[in-house]
């Protein structure tokens, strides 16, 4: 179980509640954190008949248009229906989990008016996989993320479809089944649930998890490919990397020291003073890229223990802002940045991979004994290569786009939806970039014997030979290589 608090919440929590699967349930401060300000809410509108935007008043452009105290808790509910308007490809589930997760710590905190039946039933959502249908297109990144948040919101009311039980299936029967009632939202209800960053932040969260394991998984795989390609350590020397200290240069090149400790490869006598840069460079390159990883986890961190809806209630204060927390101009940045460093560590992987097929220091051209008869790696590498092609594509910022929207009253957007979704597509690239340096970094290895890698490097080739065959001759490589993505996605990254 994991309780719901105003304590922040740390990426490495977010990680164990979902490989653990674990249940949330709010603490007994967040009940009355959510309670007090729904309380102050009620008694606010009671005492006043002034226009307080989004709760007695029409959205974006109709903030102007006063509703009537019985149309309320209709006004909410049109809202989200008439937000829903996402398309494209869905919003992949486990993605839509960590919005829930993430709209659920926010409201938490007792800024925003929902009841607690809302965000308990949110909950109810969480613990049973009962997952709404989100999909990709449809946010602009400012007023939040609208029309993704309605889809996630649509099943709260008895509308919209859900992924349950292994099916996608109508809410309204889902709720039916679990003889439950939809929930009759009330004044400002709906705003809460719609404005907000939590598409963006669920995507960023996620990439950033898988990013961890990536960023060092490259440090692993160009540290086979160094050895695989008699390259030198010295360029990986603490003391040349004193005189230059930003963090990741430093990070990365005391953990290739540490992998390669041992070989016997490494510590031979060479016949060239420098390697190329792709290789000679590993530390200033993934370095910048662990920098920028870094900069972006602070981002992240601040914006998933934020209040990011609109207006926000201050119970204590007596105020209520009509503000822009809900704008997504810090994430679309980092989320641009982000999909920046990963790419360049698949850019210069690809560079690497390049390197090993290219007949150099007595390996065989395209890493097979017969080239010639054989092709051997030499498509892997146009594979890599058009990835990296796609990924330079994907990394156009979307931050630097806005569209005007709502009559003007929208009038600077941050586009971080999309900023969002094309770093994801940049994370799984950089999978498969990393996955083919490493068949092909495997694969030249075998070309050094008898000499050893180091201990690390030979205990990770001896799990990886057991899912991926060294290739003596031409073979369909596309399953070598889903195989080696497989292998990346399982491996455990401990050095």
Known sequence: ????????????????ILSANKKLALSEQAKQNIVHCREYLDKKLAAQHEPIYGINTGFGSLCNVLIPDSDLEQLQRNLVMSHACGTGDEVPQEIVKLMLLLKIQSLSYGKSGVQLETVERLIDFFN??????????????????????????????????????????????VLMQLKSQPVQLKSKEGLALLNGTQFMSAYGVWCLLQTRKLSASADLVSAISLDAFDGRIEPFKEHLH??????????????????????ELIRRKKAHVQDPYSFRCIP???????????????????????????????????????????????????????????????????????????GLRELPPFLVAKPGLNSGFMIPQYTAASIVSQNKQ???????????????????????????????????????????????????LEFRRPLQSSPIIEEVIAKYREDVAFVDADKVMFTEIDKSVDFLKRMTVNF
């Open 1 to 16: 179980m994991h309780y719901i608090t105003t304590s922040k919440l740390e990426l490495e929590t977010i990680a164990d």
């Open 128 to 173: 049973m996989d009962m997952l709404p249908l989100v999909f990709q297109q449809g946010s602009l990144g400012a007023s939040g993320d609208l029309s993704p948040l309605a889809h996630l919101s649509l099943p709260l009311i008895g509308m919209g479809e859900v992924n349950y039980n292994g099916k996608r299936q109508q809410a309204k029967e």
């Open 242 to 263: 004193i005189i230059r200290p930003h963090k990741g240069q430093l990070k990365t090149a005391a953990a290739i020291n540490r992998i390669l400790e041992g070989s």
């Open 284 to 358: 200033q390159v993934h370095g910048a890229s662990k920098d920028a990883i870094e900069y972006a986890e602070n981002v992240f961190l601040t914006e998933i223990n934020s209040v990011t809806d609109n207006p926000t209630i201050f119970p204590f204060e007596n105020e209520i802002i009509s503000g822009g927390n809900f704008h997504g101009q810090p994430l679309a940045l980092a989320l641009d940045f982000l999909a920046i460093a990963l790419a360049e560590l698949g850019n210069i992987s690809e560079r690497r991979t390049y390197q090993l097929i290219s």
């Open 394 to 444: 994907l990394c156009s910022p979307a931050s630097v786009d806005s569209i005007v929207s709502s009559n003007g009253q929208e009038d600077h957007v941050s586009m971080g939806a999309n900023a969002a979704t094309k770093c994801f597509k940049v994370v799984e690239n950089l999978q498969r970039i990393l996955a083919i340096e490493l068949f092909n970094a495997s694969q030249a």
